[in-house]
Every structure is written in structure tokens, then in C-alpha cells.
């Protein structure tokens, strides 16, 4: 099956600090990226759609200019948290839509949690 | 607006046991897709199943199966004889297409423990 990367797995920052995450799909090309965000014992919630060449959309309630995404290739999304917070603290999983198949293929990369001292 | 509902929050069985996981979902689309994932404690997403709305025939693999009823938008979950390895979070997930972009909303998540 597809796969998807995410570096790093984890990452402890200091509040103020800027974090990229990485996403990459390995062995296709993804022409859309997907970032959701988990609390502790929550659901997924999506962050933003990122397409490759173009900005991200945004869900409403994130803020694009705290988490920037970039999506420059069409096997590599990222997304930096900007002058993080403990509240920023998190588990962020990325998803990649494989092209050219069945409506859905979305493939889940193993998720960044993130903590912010 | 979509929304799936997972009702249970958690539940506790003894292995061998079979379980029902519940999922009810909200959209307004003719055209939609359902979708079952699992979360073991490692945070990595497993895909089960993908579902669309014109397909409402039930589904078994192995141990899993699942019932697709489109009169109560319920797409249930269940797992039988279940094992220790099955302890996980599992969640349901409603896709459809909007402005093109193909959004995933899950539900809140049930966190499975089959104990021994």
C-alpha cells in the first residue's frame, strides 16, 4: 500500500520557538495534502487542505498565519507551527490523496506529536 | 453540515467476546463516502473500510464486518471473538467532496479494550 512519512515523530520546542513538520508521500505523488490536529483522547480535526503550487485552505477557527503551510512538491507537504505555545502541544497527522484512483485514497502518515514547554 | 456521532466513548470486554461498534453520520450529499479506522496506542491511523453511498451491501473480513443502513445512517462496526490486539481507538469517518477537495470528518472515537 501507499505510504506516508512524517519527520519528525516528535519534537519538544521551547514556547516562542517555530516547529516544521514534514510530510512526504513516498511512493506516489500527491497533488493534495491533508493536516489534522489531535488533542489527548480527542477526534482528528482538520487543520487545512494543501495543494501542491497553490495555498493551503484554511478551516475555520485555525489561524494560516500561525500554522503556515507549504506544499512546493508534489511529494512533500509541510507545516510550520509559528511562535508555538503550550496550547499548541499536539498530535498532528498528515494524509495524502493519491491521484487517479477510486475517489478517497487517502493515506495517513504516522503522526508528529509536538510539545511545547 | 456533516457530522458522525460515535456514541460510545468506551468500552471494556473480555477477549472472545464480540462487539458492536456504533456510527451514525449527518450529511445532506447523495454522494458520500464512510470510513472505519483504527488508532492503536502508537498514534498511526489503520484504514478498515471504505464504504460508498450507493454500496449498502453488508461487509465481512475475517473478524471485522460491517452494516451499512442508509434508513437510519448507521454504519456499525463489529468485531468478533475479539482479541487483546484489537484494544484501540477506532473512528468513523464521513467523506464527501466539497469544493472539490475531498474532507474527511471523524467522530469523537471509541476506545476499545479487550482484556484478557
Known amino acids: 500500500g501507499a505510504v506516508v512519512s512524517q519527520h519528525p515523530s516528535w519534537v519538544i520546542c521551547k514556547s516562542g520557538t517555530s516547529v516544521k513538520i514534514e510530510c512526504r508521500s513516498l511512493d506516489f505523488q500527491a497533488t493534495t495534502m491533508f493536516w489534522y490536529r489531535q488533542f489527548p483522547k480527542q477526534s482528528l480535526m482538520l487543520m487545512a487542505t494543501?495543494?501542491?503550487?497553490?495555498?493551503?485552505?484554511?478551516e475555520q477557527g485555525v489561524e494560516k498565519d500561525k500554522f503556515l503551510i507549504n506544499h512546493a512538491s508534489l511529494t512533500l507537504s509541510t507545516l510550520t507551527v509559528t511562535s508555538a505555545h503550550p496550547e499548541d502541544s499536539s498530535f498532528y497527522i498528515c494524509?495524502?490523496?493519491?491521484?487517479?484512483?477510486?475517489?478517497?485514497?487517502?493515506?495517513f502518515g504516522p503522526g508528529t506529536r509536538l510539545t511545547v514547554t | 453540515a456533516q457530522k458522525v456521532t460515535q456514541a460510545q466513548t468506551e468500552i471494556s470486554v473480555v477477549e472472545k467476546e464480540d462487539v458492536t461498534l456504533d456510527c451514525v453520520y449527518e450529511?445532506?450529499?447523495?454522494?458520500?463516502?464512510l470510513f472505519w479506522y483504527k488508532q492503536p496506542p502508537s498514534g498511526e491511523l489503520v484504514f478498515l473500510i471504505r464504504?460508498?453511498?450507493?454500496?449498502?451491501q453488508n461487509e465481512i473480513s475475517g473478524r471485522y464486518s460491517w452494516n451499512f443502513q442508509k434508513s437510519t445512517s448507521s454504519f456499525n462496526f463489529t468485531i468478533t471473538a475479539s482479541q487483546v490486539v484489537d484494544s484501540a481507538v477506532y473512528f468513523c469517518?464521513?467523506?464527501?467532496?466539497?469544493?472539490?477537495?475531498?474532507?474527511?470528518?471523524f467522530g469523537k472515537g471509541m476506545k476499545l479494550t479487550v482484556n484478557p
Open positions: 494524509s495524502a490523496s493519491r491521484p487517479g484512483l477510486a475517489v478517497y485514497e487517502q493515506y
Open positions: 464504504r460508498n453511498s450507493f454500496d449498502e
Open positions: 494543501s495543494n501542491e503550487g497553490s495555498k493551503a485552505t484554511y
Open positions: 469517518a464521513l467523506g464527501n467532496l466539497q469544493g472539490g477537495s475531498e474532507k474527511l470528518v
Open positions: 450529511t445532506r450529499d447523495t454522494t458520500y463516502y
